[in-house]
């Protein structure tokens, strides 16, 4: 064991080391780099680390808490519907792949193919799944022979890949990613159509409960709607400081389309051989790049309660000669106490690091909510409370602590919201001519027209807008939809109106 | 019907012309022959082995109808039956491309139930989850050019991407030890990253030329466990722990009586200090590997120069591990416990504990005998026991009995319009034929029928891991003489006896 003179030095020395300046701040504004400020703190809050290539991203534990909380959610809620897990090949052959002729050539440029084992060549080139359709349809045809047999319900969390080479973005749009797609077959439409909203309902509820983020409902256009299928629906997000909208999640009615390419019928209960509608439906890891983008600041991350991986972090105070060791056991009881009540607590005692730079360290890392204590808390028998949406602080006398943890946290989650639904609504703008649309897209904003609903008027949109910033497009029909008096016209034909249709710019 | 044509059976057997030996993770060619020299060899045939008490082997079970089709017998032609079994027990199908599969929502649960019992383990002894990419630049590969040199003919490689021709080529990954040190090395600088314990679920590609469902994929899942450490005695003692966790997993949740060891040096993975294995017997005394935990050593962060300044200020390179378990082991649980009727899964990870089958022979007995089986199906689950009623009016009960079976459910219970009026219901286990396998007259109150299930869903994971350990302790030869360690393996069992682990023995041994 060391001497006493030699641990006091190495104490001494390991003082000096003690890090008070931060350098942890980020360089960029989010509302003046915003594309730097994004890539910047996805990566100081110790979500994301970059990779030799490019499009492809590390995800780090703080990541991975996120979406194995959304993950359980949804995995109970669909179990709830009878849905079942199931894995299904990574591989597609080709002739498979091109099985459906709008599916294929909506996906084929994206896909990344497998051409070598080892160093030889393979006869035939291997895809690796961009969607997995065309991966599980045959299989559907295969086990689906009668009406017993229905309705199939099938669901797999796996990685896909898309070979993009529009601009790469953490999460929003990266070539690989993590998500769930959930497919089923059905006997009837009527089947098909109500689990297309349940489904529907469900990714609403992650966006708004768990992400604290406001999403409108609705239907995508004939253009925009998934390739091979009847009709998709999607919740929409949108970006104020890009100004671009982002679709969240997709619940798609597939009609029998596939079930016509693959082949997929039943014996139904009249003894009729019948074609079977289907649904597909899909959220991916971009759900947590909505979250940053929309709850974080110039400090950093900011996580919504129910998703951080780290809810409440424990901080001591130390004071001139204040005794370290009551205060660090008032940490520990602490983190106990919360942590039996069901919070995600820790504490953070490091000795080589100030308060100062730990606030501002779980601050980047977003955290929700912080407790200071120090010797005139314990004196006091409370806590202070920082809450990092607001930076409100508080004093709470210990015997409340859970209670207003408790009520802090829903607090925080609310306030996100509401902050993230005020500043939204105030992008919104309704317009009925051309000019107005264009200068709403200048101003970027979320624009909502009457709209004559003809695909070579939406085409024709895109073309007009084509620019340095991307065309604009329409993001959906919502399904809440405000009263069109008669007589209303479309804005870029001049036809009469058929629905109100949100535009804009997106990702 | 479909143009698709599914892969035959065939191609899961006859050896490719260009037959490699290739092998399930972190093992180098060479230990093909060395395996197949001390376990068994794949083309003895089977020895004749005295019949055991039927209470512990149930091969008199009857095998279903032959209108169904019956499952190959497991003494005339164990892979056949197995193949059978993860058909008929809807565990599996194949995949379109050769060697890949399907898991179905059967076998996709047991998965679920390795996981969330693995996850668990992994958070309490203080890993995190991340999630690392699928490819692999091939320079990286490249780096460690010795280290994969077993594996390079078995890399997928994407040359096409988007339609064009990629700049560099990018392996699918076959495991993930390049990536991971890549990163290490950033993010370890002071002895205060130490220890750094990440853990990823994830599917892994390794183009085999011999494939069996399960066993030997070309795409399978697992999990990678990858520490970093500041002393060799952490690592070891983490390799250490992880071995254990699995063992513990394997006997008290699988049922199965691993052997936890040492893999010889010429066994242990390439780039390891030293490999720990969990080996288990299957139905016909081979041996398979269930799970790895190997002391990396310095070897991987010399490679990589991951590196630490430690207390006094030296920089020193770190100490590492890596372990995984995978879908092969839901093989091992399949060949560790069926038998001729099917598939007899462990309660503990069996997706269905009980299924009820209501009995009616006449249209009005129906109503009472299905509605109790709700009643008794609400009460069950109350005590989170996962259970699932067989109500379909198109299979007689007989089939239904067979059906189950064949999916290897531990328990059963029969509902009929006399256990509607005495109020009480049969309780029969799977692993027990015949009369002496059921318990009539159990009571449906609620705590008295949860009670009884409970206690038999424990006799049945109980009697399977004892009848695996007869098994397998019948079978084990301890023997101190070359001549001794023959005979034993003629007879196709295992043996067990001093070795002065020299590696000279070891090459002399596999040539003779």
Known sequence: MATANASTSSKNARKKEVKKETGLGLAYKKNESFGEWYSEVVVNGEMIEYYDISGCYILRPWTMVIWETMQAFFDAEIKKMNVKNAYFPLFVTENVLQKEKNHIEGFAPEVAWVTKSGQSDLEVPIAIRPTSETVMYPYFSKWIRGHRDLPLKLNQWCNVVRWEFSHPTPFIRSREFLWQEGHTAFATKEEADKEVLEILELYRRIYEEYLAIPVVKGKKSELEKFAGGLYTTSVEAFIPNTGRGIQGATSHCLGQNFAKMFEIDFENEKGEKAKVWQNSWAYSTRTIGVMVMVHGDDKGLVLPPKVAAVQVIVIPVPYKDADMQTIFEACSSTVQTLRVAGFRAEHDLRDNYSPGWKYSNWEMKGVPLRIEIGPKDIANKQVRIVRRDNGAKTDIPISCMVEQVQDVLSSIHENLFNAAKEKRDACIKVVHTWEEFMTALNDKKLILTPWCDEEEVEKNVKTRTKGELGSAKTLCTPFDQPSLPEGTLCFASGKPAKKWTYWGRSY | ?512
């Open chain 2, 1 to 512: 019907m479909m143009a698709l044509c599914l892969p035959s059976l065939h191609l899961f057997f006859y050896p490719h012309p260009n037959l490699r030996s290739s092998y399930y993770p972190y093992r180098v060619p060479v230990s093909s022959k060395l395996r197949a020299s001390l376990i068994t060899k794949e083309e003895a045939p089977e020895a004749e082995e005295p019949p055991l008490p039927s209470s512990l082997r149930a091969l008199d079970r009857k095998p279903l109808s032959a209108h169904e089709g019956t499952l190959t017998p497991r003494s005339v032609d164990f892979n056949a039956w197995y193949l059978d079994v993860i058909a008929r027990a809807e565990l599996a199908d194949y995949g379109p491309v050769r060697g890949t599969m399907v898991i179905r929502p059967y076998g996709y649960a047991i998965w679920e139930a390795i996981q969330d019992y693995l996850n668990a383990k992994f958070k309490e002894t203080g890993h995190s989850n991340m999630y690392f990419p699928q490819f692999i630049p091939y320079s990286f590969i490249e780096k460690e050019a010795s280290h994969v040199e077993g594996f390079s003919p078995e890399l997928a490689v994407v040359t096409i991407g988007g339609g064009k021709e990629l700049e560099e080529k990018l392996v699918v990954r076959p495991t993930s030890e390049t990536i991971v040190n890549h990163m290490f090395t950033q993010w370890i600088q002071s002895y205060r990253d130490l220890p750094m314990m990440i853990n990823q679920w994830a599917n892994v590609t390794r183009w085999e030329m011999r494939t069996k469902p399960f066993i030997r994929t070309l795409e399978f899942l697992w999990q990678e466990g990858h520490t970093a450490h500041a002393t060799a005695e952490e690592a070891e003692k983490e390799a250490l722990l992880m071995i254990d966790v699995y063992k513990k997993f394997a006997y008290e949740q699988a049922a199965i009586p691993v052997i936890a060891g040492r893999k010889s040096k010429a066994e242990t993975f390439a780039g390891a200090s030293c490999t720990y294995t969990i080996e288990a017997m299957m139905g016909d005394r081979k041996a398979l590997q269930a799970g790895t935990s190997h002391n990396l050593g310095q070897n991987f962060s010399r490679a990589f120069e991951t590196q630490f300044t430690d207390e006094n200020g030296q920089r020193q390179h770190v100490w590492q591990t890596s372990w995984a378990i995978s879908t092969r082991f839901i093989g091992g649980i399949i060949l560790t416990h069926g038998d001729d009727a099917g598939l007899m899964l462990p309660p503990r990870l069996a997706p269905v504990q009980v299924v009820i089958v209501p009995i009616w022979k006449k249209d009005d007995e129906k109503i009472g005998v299905l509605s109790t089986a709700v009643t008794v199906e609400q009460t069950l689950k109350s005590a989170d026991i996962r259970v699932k009623i067989d109500g379909s009016e198109q299979r007689t009960p007989g089939w239904k009995f067979n059906f189950w079976e064949l999916k290897g459910v531990p328990v059963r219970i029969e509902i009929g319009p006399r256990e509607v009026a005495d109020g009480s219901v049969v309780v029969s286990r799977r692993d027990v034929p015949g009369k002496l396998g059921k318990d009539f007259g159990i009571c449906m109150e609620p705590s008295m029928l949860i009670n009884h299930v409970k206690s038999r869903l424990e006799d049945v994971q109980a009697s399977l891991l004892r009848s695996a350990t007869l098994f397998r302790d019948r079978n084990i030869v301890d023997v101190r003489s070359y001549e001794e360690l023959k005979e034993a393996i003629s007879q196709g069992k295992w043996a067990r006896g001093p070795w002065s682990a020299s590696l000279c023995l070891v090459d002399d041994s596999q040539r003779r």
